[in-house]
């Protein structure tokens, strides 16, 4: 099983990313995705999930309004749409598979292997 993600980048504050991922789960469709961020000496935090249908998205509050997730079960990838980047978005970010849309990490079963964005003030 493998979750590649791509897209990140160097990029000036108010810019805009999108990331994707592409999994070789054969049942992707059945799962929920979700990606993660890690800063620099800081724990691995939640930024957007989806469920696996695509029907429903939840986000961190630190995201909300600029960031969206969404997925295509037919090409087996999830994307995240990153605009209005801020300094403070700056991490590796990872995609996740998982048995529901749930910001904790415990839930998710297979991880990419992370894609960095840089974000310049």
């Known amino acids: 099983v493998q979750l590649q993600a791509c897209g990140g980048g160097l990029v000036q504050a108010g810019d805009s990313l999108r990331l994707s991922c592409a999994a070789s789960l054969r049942t992707f469709s059945r799962y929920a995705m979700g990606w993660f961020r890690q800063a620099p000496g800081k724990e691995r935090e939640f930024v957007a999930a989806i469920t696996s249908d695509g029907d429903s998205t939840y986000y961190a509050d630190s995201v909300k309004g600029r960031f969206t997730i969404s997925r295509d079960n037919g090409k087996n990838t999830v994307y995240l749409q990153m605009n209005s980047l801020k300094p403070e978005d700056t991490a590796v970010y990872y995609c996740?598979?998982?048995?529901?849309?749930?910001?904790?990490?415990?839930?998710?079963?297979?991880w990419g292997q992370g894609t960095q964005v840089t974000v310049s003030s």
């Open positions: 996740a598979a998982g048995s529901i849309p749930s910001p904790l990490l415990r839930y998710y079963g297979y």
